[in-house]
């Protein structure tokens, strides 16, 4: 049976759910933020570098992971209208700006500042946990400050090493920065994190920050003991006299779990202060077993200027993995790693530009949804919300803005723009 088809000639697109994130965005005053913070990056021109950005904000979203993937809203009839843009540039032309933006730290990081900042003011958010962790991106070509380091998804590549403090709560990226693929990650940690806490500490009433094994020192311990709201839980290398220790400890199961924990306090903090000593112990199995290993267990250590119960220090301790999902998904979803170039302010800006888009929507998330939708990540809700049909009709001289919302109720997107409008 032949089913008879139409063509028929309608100025939709396909990304018209992006109305979401372009309200969000007028909303929050994103342009003059943009332009308050970076000032005149260069002369005029007839592309603004703020539209740049919303068009790459816009292109990530929608699935890009090239630079060159603006150039699909090219011939896209709302897109346009959507951000306000008369044309879609090129790539070129958006790099130029980017030069530009890569080489202002400061400015970018004041940016995430002031987007977090004011999502924890709308949102009554006194007490926060941040999660600070580095990823390895690996290239294929030669990049500059691309360079042979750890990466453990490619080892021996040249890659980039990208360092992150997300907030638990609010799943939004506080700061960022990229580095050259030789850099360790607990290089310059603390300068990485003693801007957060000198901005944060004093507008909240408690910061909780964790970090694994690989960040450790004593001196990043005495910063945040520096701080009389600054709590935190970092993992502790297993040197020899840790060994030693916690192989003579006494240890206890809770709530008939097979692990068993302990704990040993010294005063060895700031002012005499305690750091707890928080140990986990699990029996190893068969295949498992070390030809040198004379243990039947395996060990974890935390240290932490807060005093628990060892198994809810733990349990708390173990919330950071969620930030290495975060870290998946915006490799996977937001192009990081993917968006790249010789030049390696441009990549940091493209960098900053992946974990931007993550912030933006994370404050959407902690806005506009409810129950289950904040669960959602970014390729679901590109399914679900972002990838909808939309497009303009003006009628007696007033247009209005059409979606074919197919997979979301009518009166949930209502609630969602009252929410976002609300904001």
């Given amino acids: 049976m032949k089913t008879r088809y139409e063509i028929i000639e309608t100025k939709a697109s396909p990304f018209g759910g992006l109305y ?64 306000a843009i008369d044309r879609i540039p090129r790539d070129t032309t958006v790099r130029d700006d980017l030069l530009l933006i890569g ?13 977090n900042e004011l999502l924890f003011a709308k949102q009554n958010i006194r007490s926060i946990t941040i999660d600070v962790d580095g990823t390895a991106t690996p290239v294929d070509g030669h990049q500059e400050s691309a360079e042979k380091g750890y990466c453990p998804a490619e080892p021996g590549r040249r890659c980039f090493q990208s360092l992150a403090a997300f907030c638990d709560e609010t799943q939004t990226v506080i700061s960022e920065q990229t580095r050259s693929g030789s850099t ?21 009433d408690q910061i909780m920050v964790r970090l694994d094994a690989g960040f450790y020192s004593h001196e990043l311990l005495d910063l945040f003991e520096s701080y009389p709201n600054v709590y935190y839980e970092i993992g502790v290398p297993q040197h020899q006299w ?30 005499g202060g305690f750091r707890y000593y928080y140990v986990e112990r699990t029996p190893r199995n068969d295949r498992q077993g070390d030809l040198f290993e004379d243990t039947a267990y395996t060990y974890r250590v935390i240290v932490s200027n807060a005093a628990h119960q ?33 030049n390696f302010f441009v990549t940091k800006a493209l960098y900053w530009l992946s974990y931007l888009t993550f912030t933006l929507i994370g404050m959407v998330r902690c806005v506009a949804f409810r129950t289950h939708m904040r669960r959602y990540r970014m390729r679901r809700l ?11 009709v003006t009628h007696a001289r007033k247009t209005v803005y059409r979606l074919a919302l197919s997979r979301v109720g009518h009166w949930q997107f209502k609630f969602i723009m009252q929410r976002i409008w609300a904001f």
Avoid: W
Avoid at 48 to 76: C, H, K, M, T, W
Avoid at 244 to 271: N, P, Q, V, W
Avoid at 318 to 332: M, T
């Fill in 20 to 83: 979401v994130i372009s309200e969000f965005l007028h909303q929050i005053k994103f342009p003059n933020l943009f332009n308050t913070i970076f000032g005149k990056l260069r002369r005029h021109r007839y592309y603004q570098p703020v539209d740049n950005i919303n068009l790459i904000l816009a292109s990530i979203v929608a699935g890009g992971e090239r630079l060159y993937d603006i150039q699909r809203f090219s011939d896209d009839p709302v897109i346009g209208e959507l951000f």
């Fill in 103 to 115: 080489q202002r730290d400061e400015e970018r990081q004041e940016l995430l500042f002031q987007l």
């Fill in 184 to 204: 360790h990650c607990a290089h310059g940690i603390i300068d990485f994190m003693k801007p957060i806490l000198d901005r944060l500490s004093p507008k909240l």
């Fill in 242 to 271: 840790l060994q030693t220790k916690i192989r003579s400890l006494c240890y206890k199961s809770y709530h008939h779990s097979h692990r068993e924990y302990s704990s040993f306090a010294y005063g060895e903090g700031t002012d």
């Fill in 310 to 342: 060892p198994h809810v220090a733990f349990r708390y301790y173990n919330g950071r993995g969620r930030c290495e999902k975060s870290i998946e998904e915006l490799k996977n979803q937001y192009a990081l790693g993917k968006m790249v170039s010789g």
């Fill in 382 to 392: 590109r399914f679900i919300l972002f990838s909808t049909i939309g497009y303009y």
